[in-house]
């Protein structure tokens, strides 16, 4: 297990985050869900806390915060507390990598509760829509799976199914610890150390490769509503591809914020959309970009042509020296918010350990991002974001996405 530690005498809180490399990535058809359910589970008993209401009593009776979420590669643990407080914290994570009950009770309880999350999410259709357009990037693949998993799965799944899963796939070599905060060095060290230092090796589970992109690039979900939900999709690059940081600046022109080019577009000038925004995901081999927006179901295809015309706009003109100036501190001041609380600085010291093998500063970023220039990004998006790459999901009524398409030539698929 690899563990940082960044004391900050000048804060009044402690946060832990811990990166478990193990989620829905590492599923299959047979148990996908798993990763899902073994993290609602931990949560419901361990050794020294056999009940829900103590793991939580331990953390928030202090004023603090602890809390997990799964992802396609990682699971991730957090908590924050005051920082008299950090050990008890520390202690009540480690509790549950450790020693978790998975109660066969428990087990039939919580899955209930993880169905119902499942059925929340495909009832929602601006949630399912991000699911369809990563079935046509990641066909017949984990990454094109819901991360909570498939009902039967989880209606089936036994505590030896959990511990069995947990035992393989939580890797003291695939984890990454950072505390941040108001705490001191060697005391930290060897509570660290205490708690977690004898946690039998395992290889971990390892990732399926991703898949070639779907031959079909349109998939439409007819539902009843007011609103048609639509995501253009392309594939990007991963984590650590030397045009990762280039795609980020592209991205935040595009879409992210109120100043981007789809906002001020499509919201402000044309008032075609309430929410239209654009998002980047990066794994350990793969990654893509995507669109999205909810549109009145008569101006959907017309709200496609608009998002798809900011998109060549990248692709045809370099962008101009003030609006690149402006997003490169619009990038880097992000960073730097981040980086003021003990939460941010937690998250970032494991994020960059368990994603790059290393902590990059802020202001090593801030090199590499004011290092990117208009012919870069006219490059990237001439590279990958082309309108025969293009992927289109959108769910909403039926005559309205009936004629939905990707840019030609398509194929187009419908859900069901």
């Not at 511990?163 to 705490?183: H, I, Q, S």
């Not at 075609?272 to 925004?277: E, F, I, K, N, T």
């Amino acid at each position: 297990m690899r563990v940082l530690i960044a004391p900050m005498p000048e804060t009044r809180s402690v946060s832990l985050t811990m990166y478990v490399g193990v989620g829905s990535r590492a599923e299959s058809k047979a148990n996908a869900g798993t990763s899902h359910f073994l993290e609602h589970m931990l949560f419901k008993g361990t050794a020294k806390r056999p009940s829900a209401a103590e793991i939580s009593y331990a953390v928030e009776a202090l004023g603090g915060s602890v809390n997990a979420s799964t992802d396609r590669e990682v699971t991730l643990f957090s908590s924050r507390v005051p920082a008299r407080h950090y050990l008890v914290a520390l202690d009540v994570v480690a509790d549950m990598i450790r020693a978790p009950l998975l109660r066969d009770e428990d087990i039939t309880s919580e899955r209930n509760v993880v169905v119902e999350e499942i059925r929340m999410y495909r009832d929602q259709p601006q949630d399912r829509v991000h699911t369809l357009v990563d079935e046509l990037l990641y066909p017949a693949h984990p990454l094109g799976w819901e991360i909570a998993g498939r009902e039967p799965v989880v209606r089936a799944l036994t505590s030896g199914d959990l511990r069995g899963f947990m035992e393989a796939g939580y890797a003291p070599g695939r984890t990454v610890l950072a505390l941040a905060g108001k705490l001191d060095l060697a005391e930290a060290r060897t509570a660290v150390e205490q708690h977690l230092g004898d946690l039998a090796p395992r290889p971990g589970l390892p990732f399926a490769r991703p898949p070639k992109p779907a031959r079909a690039r349109s998939k439409v979900l007819a539902k009843r509503g007011e609103q048609v939900h639509v995501c253009i999709a392309w594939r990007g690059v991963h984590q650590q591809h030397p045009d990762k940081w280039t795609f980020d600046i592209l991205n935040a022109i595009l879409g992210e914020g109120m100043s981007s080019r789809l906002f001020l577009e499509l919201r402000e000038r044309q008032a075609l959309a309430y929410d239209v925004h654009s998002y980047e995901s990066n794994y350990s081999d793969v990654g893509h970009l995507v669109i999205y927006a909810g549109v009145a179901p008569e101006r959907a295809t017309e709200a496609i042509a608009a998002a798809l015309r900011e998109v060549a706009r990248l692709r045809d003109e370099s962008v101009g020296d003030a609006e690149l100036a402006r997003i490169r501190d619009f990038v880097k001041g992000r960073i730097d918010l981040r980086l003021e609380g003990t939460g941010g600085v937690a998250a970032w010291l494991a994020g960059q350990e368990m994603f790059y093998d290393r902590v990059r500063s802020a202001e090593e970023i801030g090199t590499i991002v004011d290092g990117i220039t208009a012919a870069d990004i006219q490059r990237v998006a001439r590279q990958y974001l082309r309108p025969e790459l293009a992927y289109v999901a959108a769910i909403g009524p039926r005559a309205a996405v009936g004629g939905i398409s990707a840019p030609q030539p398509q194929i187009m698929e419908m859900a069901s």
